[in-house]
Nanobody
Framework: QVQLVESGGGLVQAGGSLRLSCAAS????????MRWWRQAPGKQREWVAV???????NYADSMKGRFTISRDNAKNTVYLQMNSLKPEDTAVYYC?????????????WGQGTQVTVFS
C-alpha cells in the first residue's frame, strides 16, 4: 500500500505563487506516473499535470506556462510549482500515483490540499 501526503496549500493573492508537495511512502516513481488533479467546489475533478516514470511532463492547457511539475527521487516527493495564480485556480489539489497495465490500472490518492487564490 502506498501513501501519498500533500502539503503546501494555502491562501495567496492573485499573481502569487505556491509550491505543493506530494510525499510518497515508498519509491514508486520508476513505475508510477505521478499526476496532480484539482477539484473546485461544485465542479468535477480536473487533471492538472503529469510526470511519467520516464520523466516526461505534460500539462492541461490552462496551466501551461504557469505550473511546473517535478520530482525528487531521493525524497520520494513530487512538486507542483504554481505561478501567476488566478482566483479560478482555487480548488483542492490532489496527488495521484497511476500505473496502467494490461486490462487494468493501479491508483493511489492523497488526501488533498486546499489552495485559495483571492483577488
Amino acid at each position: 500500500q502506498v501513501q501519498l501526503v500533500e502539503s503546501g496549500g494555502g491562501l495567496v493573492q492573485a499573481g502569487g505563487s505556491l509550491r505543493l508537495s506530494c510525499a510518497a511512502s515508498t519509491n514508486i516513481f520508476s513505475i508510477y506516473a505521478m499526476r496532480w488533479w484539482r477539484q473546485a467546489p461544485g465542479k468535477q475533478r480536473e487533471w492538472v499535470a503529469v510526470i511519467t516514470s520516464g520523466g516526461t511532463t505534460n500539462y492541461a492547457d490552462s496551466m501551461k506556462g504557469r505550473f511546473t511539475i517535478s520530482r525528487d527521487n531521493a525524497k520520494n516527493t513530487v512538486y507542483l510549482q504554481m505561478n501567476s495564480l488566478k482566483p479560478e485556480d482555487t480548488a483542492v489539489y490532489y496527488c495521484n500515483a497511476h500505473f496502467r497495465y494490461t486490462g487494468s490500472s493501479s491508483d493511489y490518492w492523497g488526501q488533498g490540499t486546499q489552495v485559495t487564490v483571492f483577488s
